[in-house]
């Protein structure tokens, strides 16, 4: 399974490789975002093949970047595509994608068929714009540019533009704070974030490869950028002027671009984050495009349920336990000696818990859509026997049946009707293509009863023996 790492300071130039030649035009695929914005975004990272797989936790949820292959190959990320399908199962964890280029749109909505939700955030789109624009502010499209550029010219005509060295960094920080006085009058917290961000990076740019430029006014330091090739794109991650020096913003990234752009077909000026003033100022250097970064959330067929079944077979009844069985359903779920063929020990979660407290769990794993548990109960008394549970809900119409019984009711048969109905119900009425079950390899007696259930051997491994069983069967 996949095992992710948190990702600190020093693993970002581990990413280099993959960043280098991304053609995603998508800035967050650069050491400059995934630096400036760790703290914000929570970002982990881990490795399958030649892929590099980042996962950013935001507003509490967990999301996968596509995974992008350092040798470009589709194949090698649909593969990590299917082995974070597999984690995110194995995890409990929901399947969100976000980064998603519009070129692998197709092929994911393919991929999950109905049960997928595309989405494309307008705010955290980037702004991408031809090189050569920037670098003449030619034609009419870009007057008011070339004049803003003339009237700097006029008013500074001392100016001058030069390469930043470790050497400047303190007159940078200088620059920085007297920028940090009037910008920050406004309270804006992300803004805020980002700047203290470009003080951490300012001692890294050489390391990271970042190219800078300092753009400077009768010896005075007026403006500043810093910026990454990716592929064939330069981002431009950092560009601040003072007030008062008018012109000073398309100065300097026309120096930049000139100065740094070589053969680089574009320019990524990131997204606006939702700022209007910032996406008004975008929007006049007229982008080319703007680089859809797509979410894509992929279902299961547990999301659509909105209730618990209630089914009927030949001696049982498998319904929702009720309040009335509180405390039979908390002996059956806290039997160390019996669950330890369960797969779970609740003293992970709670260490002396009241008897309401299992079967507010069990309700809590349905409402969160985890699980589908349900009590099996004999039609002719009423008695609850035991629980069968749908759960291992994946993203390809395949889910995992269990069942457990009081000792006192096993050896009658009740576990295979009840998987055999609960199997046939996930068929008919989830439309899963594919139930699968597992039982320690030394359980002997649920291996047969699984088999009994019309389920078929699927294999083993030091720990289990597996079976499946698919409609046609």
């Avoid at 967050?28 to 996962?55: H, N």
């Avoid at 279902?299 to 405390?327: F, M, W, Y």
């Avoid at 859509?369 to 395949?398: D, N, Q, S």
Wanted: net charge negative; with cysteine; proline share 4%.
């Amino acid at each position: 399974m996949l095992s992710f790492e948190h990702t600190k300071q020093e693993d970002i130039l581990r990413f280099k490789p993959w960043f280098e030649v991304q053609k995603t035009h998508i800035a967050d695929y650069s050491l400059g975002f995934q630096f400036m914005w760790r703290k914000t975004l929570a970002p982990d990272f881990t490795f399958f093949g030649d892929c590099l797989i980042l996962r950013e936790l935001y507003a509490g949820k967990y999301y996968f970047y596509y995974p992008i292959s350092l040798s470009g190959d589709p194949a090698a990320e649909e593969q990590a595509i299917a082995e974070i399908e597999r984690f995110c199962r194995d995890s409990d964890v929901r399947l969100h994608f976000t980064n998603v280029p519009r070129s692998r749109i197709a092929a994911l909505v393919l991929r999950y068929g109905a049960n997928v939700t595309v989405s494309d955030n307008r705010r955290w789109r980037d702004y991408l714009y031809p090189a050569e624009d920037f670098k003449t502010y030619g034609g009419k499209r870009h007057a008011g540019q070339r004049n803003h550029v003339n009237k700097f010219k006029h008013l500074c005509p001392d100016w001058t533009f030069r390469p930043y060295g470790r050497e400047d960094e303190e007159k940078v920080a200088a620059f920085l704070k007297e920028y940090e006085g009037v910008q920050l009058e406004k309270g804006d917290r992300l803004a805020a974030e980002e700047l203290a961000e470009v003080y951490a990076i300012l001692p890294r740019l050489e390391e990271f490869g970042m190219p800078a430029g300092i753009l400077e006014a009768g010896g005075k330091i007026v403006a500043f950028a810093a910026g990454e090739r990716c592929g064939d794109m330069l981002v431009v991650h950092i560009e601040k002027a003072l007030r008062g020096y008018e012109g000073a913003y398309p100065m300097v990234a026309q120096q930049f671009a000139l100065a740094f752009c070589g053969d680089a077909a574009f320019i990524n000026r990131m997204d606006d984050a939702g700022d209007l003033g910032l996406r008004k100022s975008k929007l006049q250097y007229l982008p080319s495009e703007l680089v859809d970064k797509y979410n894509v959330i992929a279902g299961r067929a547990i999301d659509a349920v909105q209730k618990l079944p209630e089914i009927e077979t030949e001696r049982l009844l498998l319904s929702p336990v009720g309040d009335k069985d509180v405390s039979a359903y908390a002996r059956l779920a806290s039997d160390v000696s019996r669950n330890r063929y369960w797969g779970y020990d609740y003293r992970a979660d709670a260490e002396a818990p009241g008897e309401s407290w299992f079967l507010w769990a069990a309700r809590e794993d349905f409402r969160h859509r985890m699980e589908m548990p349900v009590g099996i109960y004999l039609k002719e008394t009423g008695e609850l026997v035991g629980e069968a549970v749908l759960h291992r809900f994946g993203y390809h119409a395949e889910a995992e049946v269990g069942v457990r019984l009081f000792e006192k009711h096993e050896g009658h048969g009740y576990a295979a009707e009840a998987v055999s109905a609960y199997t046939e119900y996930a068929f008919t009425k989830l439309n899963v293509e594919r139930m699968e079950a597992k039982c320690f390899r030394e359980n002997e007696r649920s291996s047969k009863m699984l088999l009994a259930s019309g389920m078929r051997s699927g294999g083993s491994d030091d720990t289990y023996f597996y079976f499946y069983r698919t409609p046609e069967m």
